[in-house]
């Protein structure tokens, strides 16, 4: 199973958005509404941000948000602040014998 | 509250052995899918494995198939991972994940327990 393609890492400045973009297959992201995403700050365990595409967890900012087109799927995140620097990887079901492929991760830096 | 807690990770040799526990709380454990994430150091996450809420439905990483073996104890609200075989490339943190019941999204995650595979 490849995994899924993110960009090694973006940046923006405190108060903008950013979006980080996440490319699969027609056999994955382009097939299924089922992907996710997820947050990890360094030394912590990964946090979920968003489902079945843009779906939020309760709990979750409002400020997160995603969207789908074709094979990509993308994580906007509005009004950057401090605390969002960490580490993003999207997720999606591929197949049923093969549940998950996982992004290999962005790297967000906050200047 | 929900709660995943792993233990059973530390050194071992190649070609050796090791069992994780998860114990899980706070939600209702056969009606959920749960998994094994793993993360080698400095790298990204890696789906291991994962069995459905009545545990026949299991699949695995291409990688560890055949060597590595999940289980869960309906009775004991608690997910295994056997582990044999092992390689130095099994070197990783291992999160128990639950999942947010056929989403295939992982909406709860152990803090993790280390496997390191080294002579």
């Known amino acids: 199973q490849s995994a899924l393609t993110q960009p090694a890492s973006v940046s923006g400045s405190p108060g903008q958005s950013i979006t980080i973009s996440c490319t699969g297959t027609s056999s994955d992201i382009g097939y299924y509404n089922l992907v996710s995403w997820y947050q990890q700050h360094p030394g912590n365990a990964p946090q979920l941000l968003l489902y079945?595409?843009?779906q939020r967890p309760s709990g979750v900012s409002n400020r997160f948000s995603g969207s789908k087109s074709g094979n990509t799927a993308s994580l906007t995140i509005s009004g950057l602040q401090a605390e969002d620097e960490a580490d993003y990887y999207c997720?999606?079901?591929?197949?049923?014998?093969?549940?998950?492929?996982f992004g290999g991760g962005t790297k967000l830096t906050v200047l | 509250e929900v709660q995943v807690v792993e233990s059973g990770g530390g050194l071992v040799q190649p070609g050796g052995s090791l069992m994780l526990s998860c114990s899980a709380s706070?939600?209702?454990?056969?009606?959920?899918?749960m998994h094994w994430v793993r993360q080698a150091p400095g790298k990204g996450l890696q789906f291991v494995a994962s069995?459905?809420?009545?545990?026949?439905?299991?699949y695995y990483t291409e990688s560890v198939k055949g060597r590595f073996t999940i289980s869960r104890d309906i009775s004991k609200n608690t997910l295994y991972l056997q582990m044999s075989s092992l390689r130095v490339e099994d070197t990783a943190m291992y999160y128990c994940?639950?999942?947010?019941?056929?989403?295939?999204?992982?909406?709860?995650w152990g803090q993790g327990t280390m496997v390191t595979v080294s002579s």
């Open positions: 069995i459905n809420d009545n545990g026949d439905r299991i």
């Open positions: 997720a999606s079901y591929i197949c049923d014998t093969c549940p998950v492929v």
């Open positions: 994940v639950k999942d947010l019941c056929g989403t295939y999204a992982f909406d709860k």
């Open positions: 706070g939600f209702t454990f056969s009606r959920c899918a």
């Open positions: 079945e595409v843009s």
